[in-house]
């Protein structure tokens, strides 16, 4: 890709001028005497008394397998000169332990312990940065509400700021393909279920040093047996703030590090976050922290898989390949460690980004766009899409077609285990929705930030999930997928309460002092933010936005029973329409 931007541009080698020492397996005990599994790997060679900098993580995903020798990036790290820490998380892994949700206090409370018995080792030079990606990521970010004197950068590529809104209820729609899938595989791990290597053998999580026979495995495994998968502990969860009862307690709100924005920023370590347009609401958490936290940070935002491994472009061919490649991507990560664990850091705040449709990198400091303007397109009659507004009273009646899909390689699936981020074109799958489709444009146009739709509606049930869809159409009648937003309409309500981060659109809380449900052939405003996008439109082309109830691969049916029948009023009064961020080009 062109630009401004250059990645990894600290200028070395993938391959790091040291050594990588043996991986070092042991238990560390907490102050409740639960003992976590880490593995240590360090840079060989160093001269006697050398004390380095760390690189900690933390996952549920098993720090190693039974075998495992160090993993690519420990050893990349190791071989730039750092100290690599890899531990599973209370409850999972080799850890003994319960883990009854994500981020539970007893877990994150570890997080302090474990970077103390890291600045107490002779190699530690009394310096660690946070490394995560996904799961990780959110421990990563956990790492500074903790608030350790060691700790001063983390790098969060594809974290969950607030998982309520950016993965298991967007909208407050919940995402029962990731509820259930994720909640069912993790728990398999959390009983050590052998998994299958590429070359067909099955191997479990790898014991300590100390546990030979895997006896000390076996006994952490039996004592976690009966916790319930996190998807059975969240069923019938409606909203953000249910205290659950199979979490002590704690509100799902509780757990999403955006509820301890103070202490994240307390601790002045500076952020590194990734995320995309194309994965869950990871580009819409990576805004909301990088409107909100006064941290240095840094972030960065294109069109990719979870984890940047696939380009996702939609106007790029399907094996178009990704950039910056996974070998730029860890040497833009130790440019970050260089400048902040070792240096002097860097600007105090800049996002790097690319247009879904056109090669550049582009930075800004401020976020929206300062240049941004509001552009209104009104839905119209015969499904016209207009800048301007309706002249005569109207209005589209739809029945929710529960069979509409987004497909199974979609947004929500990628951090799944589904890889790359695929929509087939979406011509046959818009006839089963209410469509509004513009002229072909004269001119291109850049859309870039949080577009928010404005439904004047009715429907025949109290309760419903609204999903509005941004295409392309091209000029040879593809229907390309850009972008979504979906809103569950007992949560419609527009919250008067000062929202927990700064947002772009209209604040809904998902809390239950804000449940209205709809009054039944009444016509109710229906408001809400898409995820945010940047996509250029380009001449000739057709903007089409897509309305309908249900996405049969991802979300839960709402309302479980009965087939809702919504109106959609057009008229000068109640123009029901798009506001979409436009960038002056």
């Known amino acids: 890709g062109s630009g401004e931007y250059a990645f990894g541009a600290c200028g070395k080698a993938v391959e790091g001028p040291y ?10 005990p907490m102050r409740d005497g639960i003992r976590i599994a880490l ?5 060989d060679g160093l001269p006697e008394g050398t004390r380095v900098p760390t690189i900690l ?16 990036l420990q050893r990349f790290f190791a071989s730039h000169g750092y100290a690599v820490v890899w ?29 103390d018995w890291i600045v107490a080792q002779p190699w530690s030079d009394g310096t660690i940065g946070g490394w995560g990606n996904s799961y990780t990521a959110n421990t990563n970010d956990w790492f500074a509400e903790r608030n350790h004197e060691a ?13 309520y809104t950016d993965l298991y209820f967007p909208g407050g729609v919940p995402n029962a393909y990731m509820g259930s899938n994720w909640g069912g595989r993790v728990k ?29 495995v076996a006994a952490a495994v039996e004592a976690r047996r009966h916790i319930p998968s996190v998807y059975e502990s969240m069923r019938g969860l409606v909203y953000k703030d249910e205290a659950m009862p199979l979490w002590n307690g704690v509100s799902m709100d509780w757990w999403g590090i955006h509820s301890h924005a103070e202490e994240v920023e307390r601790s002045g370590s500076a952020i590194y976050s990734w995320a995309s347009w194309t994965d869950a609401g990871t580009a819409q958490g990576v805004l909301h922290r990088f409107m909100t936290l006064s941290n240095p940070q840094r972030a960065v935002i294109a069109a990719w898989s979870h984890g940047a491994r696939e380009d996702t472009d939609p106007f790029h061919p399907s094996d178009y390949p990704v950039d910056p490649s996974s070998d730029t ?13 070792k240096g002097e850091g860097g600007p105090q705040k800049e996002l790097i980004y690319k247009t879904m449709g056109e090669d550049v990198w582009k930075r800004t400091a401020r976020w929206p766009l300062p240049e941004t303007r509001m552009a209104t397109w009104h839905f119209r009659e015969d499904g016209g899409l207009s800048t301007e507004a309706p002249s005569v009273a109207g209005a589209d009646p739809y029945r929710v077609d529960f069979s509409h899909t987004t497909g199974t390689r979609n947004r929500w699936a990628t951090n799944n285990g589904a890889g790359d981020v695929v929509y087939p074109d979406r011509a046959d799958a818009d006839t089963k929705l209410l469509t509004y489709t513009s002229a072909p444009l004269e001119t291109d146009l850049e859309v870039t930030g949080h577009p928010v739709v404005t439904l004047y509606m009715s429907s025949s049930h109290q309760d419903g999930a609204v999903f509005v869809y941004l295409e392309n159409v091209t000029p040879d009648g593809r229907v390309v997928y850009v972008g979504e937003g979906q809103i569950r309409l007992i949560h419609r309500k527009v919250s008067e309460e000062t929202p927990p981060f700064v947002t772009a659109g209209p604040y809904h809380s998902y809390k239950e002092a804000d449940a209205a449900p709809m009054v039944p052939g009444e016509v109710a405003e229906v408001t809400f933010a898409l995820h945010p996008t940047s996509v250029l439109f380009r001449r000739g082309h057709r903007i089409r936005i897509a309305i309908g109830g249900a996405d049969a691969d991802t979300f839960a049916r709402i309302p479980e029973d009965g087939t809702p029948e919504w109106s959609v009023t057009r008229d000068p009064q109640r123009a029901s329409h798009i506001s979409l961020p436009v960038i002056p080009r």
């Not at 593995?39 to 840079?43: E, K, T």
């Not at 850890?95 to 007893?106: L, T, V, Y």
């Not at 700790?151 to 998982?163: E, N």
């Open 39 to 43: 593995d240590v790997v360090l840079p």
């Open 151 to 163: 700790f001063k950068a983390g790098i969060s590529r594809f974290p969950d700021y607030d998982p």
């Open 329 to 341: 991507q860890l040497l833009e990560d130790l440019c970050f460690y260089e400048s902040y664990l």
């Open 87 to 115: 531990g599973d998380s209370r409850g999972t892994g080799a850890s003994f332990g319960e883990w009854p949700h994500h981020r539970a206090r007893d877990e994150t409370l570890d997080f302090e312990e474990v970077m």
């Open 57 to 72: 993580t933390m996952t549920r995903y098993w720090r190693a397998a039974e075998g495992d020798g160090a993993n690519s």
């Open 188 to 216: 398999e791990m959390d009983l050590n279920t052998p998994r299958r290597r590429a070359d067909g053998t099955s191997v479990g999580v790898k014991p300590v040093d100390d546990d030979p026979d895997g006896s000390l």
């Open 19 to 28: 050594d990588v020492g043996p991986v070092r397996s042991l238990y560390v």
